[in-house]
Nanobody, 124 residues
Framework: QVQLVESGGGSVHTGGSLRLSCEASIDIYRRICMGWFRQAPGKEREAVADIDNRGTTRYADSVKGRFTISKDNAKDTLYLQMNSLEPEDTAMYYC??????????????????RGQGTQVTVSS
């Protein structure tokens, strides 16, 4: 059973920064694709970024250049550094994991394993 626990959300003003963390209950250096997705009230889930076993990263166009995904294998923790935040980034952010593959085939918001989410609110 994979357990994921997010933290680091909060409220900031436009242009602010936050770093989200996601602690995993498994060794994330192993065969795994991990990522972040978000959901705003009344909207569909949106893929944000992912990182594969080799550390290759991919981003949604809406966050490219502002967000950075990374992981610390020693701590079994996934991160999302979010800079230049905009009100449109307001959402519940979730981390997800897929242990069936070494690589991430596509940006996705439908991981088989996900955390409970952490709220990010950006005000103008």
């Amino acid at each position: 059973q994979v357990q994921l626990v997010e933290s680091g959300g909060g409220s900031v003003h436009t242009g602010g920064s936050l770093r989200l963390s996601c602690e995993a209950s498994i060794d994330i250096y192993r065969r795994i694709c991990m990522g972040w997705f978000r959901q705003a009230p009344g909207k569909e889930r949106e893929a944000v970024a992912d990182i594969d076993n080799r550390g290759t990263t991919r981003y949604a166009d809406s966050v490219k250049g502002r967000f950075t995904i990374s992981k610390d294998n020693a701590k079994d923790t996934l991160y999302l550094q979010m800079n230049s935040l905009e009100p449109e980034d307001t959402a519940m952010y979730y981390c997800g994991a897929d242990t069936s593959s070494n690589y991430c085939s596509r940006l996705r918001a439908d991981y088989p394993h996900r955390g409970q989410g952490t709220q990010v609110t950006v005000s103008s």
